[in-house]
C-alpha cells in the first residue's frame, strides 16, 4: 500500500510515496481515512467518500469472518 501527499508529488515534481510494509497492520481508523481520501482523489462527493470507505470496510470485515468461520469449521 502506498500512501502519498496531495497529489503525490513533492515540489521538484518527484513523487513522494511511503511504503507500508505488508506486515504492518493498519487500524480500521487509519484504513478508513486512506479509503476516504482514495475516493475524494476520484472525485466522489465527500458523503459519498464517507459511505463507500465505510461500506468497504464492512464488506472486507464480513470476508474475514466468514474466512476464519470456514476455516473453524474445516477443522472439526
Known amino acids: 500500500m502506498a500512501v502519498g ?4 508529488r513533492d515540489r521538484f515534481g518527484r513523487s513522494i510515496m511511503t511504503r507500508i510494509s ?3 497492520s493498519l487500524t480500521r481508523e487509519e ?3 486512506a479509503l476516504v481520501h482514495l475516493y475524494l482523489e476520484l472525485r466522489l462527493p465527500f458523503d459519498a467518500a464517507l ?8 464488506a472486507r470485515s464480513e470476508e474475514r469472518r466468514e474466512r476464519h468461520h470456514t476455516a473453524v469449521w474445516d477443522e472439526h
Do not use: I, N, W
Request: negative net charge.
Open 5 to 8: 501527499l496531495s497529489d503525490g
Open 31 to 33: 484504513k478508513f481515512v
Open 51 to 58: 459511505d463507500a470507505a465505510e461500506a468497504d470496510l464492512f
Open 22 to 24: 505488508e506486515r504492518q
